[in-house]
């Protein structure tokens, strides 16, 4: 425990917990400091000035991250017939109808995106309370309940992220690692703020992303302008 403390205050020397820094100089101090002994992942949070218990503020969406996330994602497809076939094809890890439903119900659940026809929804609906608190239950705002399995799957390969603001306003995802070069970590956390910033709600009122962070898995967070993020 001694030498966690002392990793971690390490970690934040030179890191100024009042300073907001230019998106470009938070992720080079992010990766100066991301010394595990695995390749952390880089993280970004966001303060969204929104209340999503209404729910004309509920913030949803997905970003196709330009570099990828880093991430092994598995992905499993409801469909049968031809699309079972083209989710196959597309590199789908797990693909079937009602007996991929029974594996679910029971409680084996070894993947990481849920896809599904939309004629398979009233099948995969009565999972709700099985995949609905892991954030997998799909979702035609997200692209993932889609007749074009091809692209669903590929766009989940390839490092696409869902994000869902939560109760005290705040979104956040993994966006890339630790051994990703700087340029791409910065035009990966641009493309998520990006999404974020057009998944706006209707309901929202005042500054809409009003702080951002990141950090990564074991370092400390540093805070970015906002105008560093949004208009660069």
């Given at each position: 425990?001694?030498?966690?403390g002392k990793?971690?205050r390490?970690?934040?020397e030179?890191?100024d917990?009042n300073?907001l820094?230019?998106i470009s100089d938070?992720?080079?101090?992010i990766?100066?400091?991301?010394k ?5 992942t880089?993280?970004v949070?966001m303060n ?7 729910a004309d503020?509920?913030?949803?969406g997905?970003?196709n991250?330009?570099?990828g996330?880093?991430r ?6 409801f469909a049968?017939?031809p699309?079972?076939?083209?989710a196959?094809a597309?590199?789908a890890?797990i693909?079937?109808?009602e007996?991929?439903?029974?594996t679910?119900n029971g409680?084996?659940?070894e993947?990481d ?11 995969v609906?009565r999972?709700?309370k099985v995949?609905?608190?892991r ?10 309940v ?6 669903a799957?590929?766009?989940?390969k390839?490092?696409?992220v869902?994000?869902?603001?939560e109760?005290?306003?705040i ?11 700087e340029d791409?970590l910065?035009e990966?956390i ?5 999404a974020?910033?057009k998944?706006?709600?209707?309901g929202?009122k ?7 962070a990141?950090s990564s898995t074991?370092?400390?967070?540093v805070k970015v302008d906002?105008?560093?993020?949004l208009?660069?």
């Amino acid at each position: 425990m001694a030498n966690e403390g002392k990793r971690i205050r390490s970690a934040r020397e030179g890191i100024d917990a009042n300073k907001l820094y230019a998106i470009s100089d938070a992720v080079k101090m992010i990766k100066d400091r991301a010394k595990a002994k695995f390749d952390e992942t880089i993280e970004v949070s966001m303060n969204l000035g929104v209340d999503p218990r209404h729910a004309d503020q509920m913030v949803r969406g997905v970003c196709n991250l330009p570099n990828g996330s880093g991430r092994t994602v598995r992905v499993a497809v409801f469909a049968r017939g031809p699309k079972a076939d083209e989710a196959k094809a597309a590199g789908a890890d797990i693909v079937g109808a009602e007996e991929l439903f029974e594996t679910v119900n029971g409680g084996t659940i070894e993947f990481d995106r849920c896809i599904a026809t939309p004629d398979m929804m009233g099948l995969v609906g009565r999972l709700g309370k099985v995949l609905g608190p892991r954030g997998l239950m799909p979702n035609p705002r997200v692209g993932t309940v889609t007749m074009d399995v091809k692209s669903a799957v590929e766009a989940a390969k390839g490092g696409a992220v869902e994000f869902r603001v939560e109760k005290a306003g705040i979104v956040h995802a993994g966006i890339g690692k630790a051994s990703f070069g700087e340029d791409k970590l910065v035009e990966n956390i641009k493309a998520f703020a990006d999404a974020v910033s057009k998944a706006k709600p209707s309901g929202a009122k005042g500054t809409y992303i009003q702080r951002i962070a990141v950090s990564s898995t074991m370092g400390p967070g540093v805070k970015v302008d906002p105008s560093s993020v949004l208009n660069g």
